[in-house]
């Protein structure tokens, strides 16, 4: 008899220094209640149990929800600021006019943040814009 769980995660378990005995890994002949019963509780098969249902749904474990709304959070921000770079540049406006665009989007309710809402954070977001767009086009060319 062993246990799916826990074969599954031998790695794991030896790292965490849990596991006491392999005898459920490796094959226990002994089919008493209380042998099952005693592996059930143990903190070996707990964690083995936590890294099974944390690979059925990865996306729901307490680490990863918080992971992907502050993913999307920064994502959100940053979108805003290289949206109000390109508008400056393809407008031909001075870079000064960036940070009005911040406050505007601030005004407007929108969460900026504090962070690249300088006139050298505009510069650095419009070179990596040109540069997408020269590469965007060069890539048009070739095909
Ligand atoms: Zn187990």
Redo the contacts with the bound molecule.
């Keep these: 008899m062993i246990?799916?769980?826990?074969v599954g995660n031998k790695l794991t378990l030896t790292t965490q220094n849990v596991l006491n005995s392999t005898r459920?890994i490796d094959g226990c002949t002994r089919y008493k209640m209380e042998s099952i019963s005693f592996?059930?509780k143990?903190a070996?098969?707990l964690l083995?149990?936590q890294c099974h249902t944390a690979n059925l749904c990865q996306e729901k474990t307490p680490a990863t929800l918080p992971r992907q709304q502050l993913l999307k959070h920064h994502t959100n921000k940053l979108r805003l600021l290289f949206r109000n770079a390109h508008a400056v540049s393809k407008n031909k406006k001075s870079l000064a006019d960036y940070q009005c665009l911040c406050d505007l989007d601030e005004v407007k309710g929108l969460t900026v943040g504090a962070t690249y809402r300088n006139t050298k954070a505009c510069g650095t977001f419009t070179k990596y814009i040109a540069t997408a767009a020269q590469n965007q086009v060069a890539d048009e060319l070739t095909n």
Excluded: F, L
Excluded at 3 to 6: D, G, N, S
């Design positions: 246990c799916e769980w826990c459920i592996h059930k143990s070996a098969h083995a149990k």
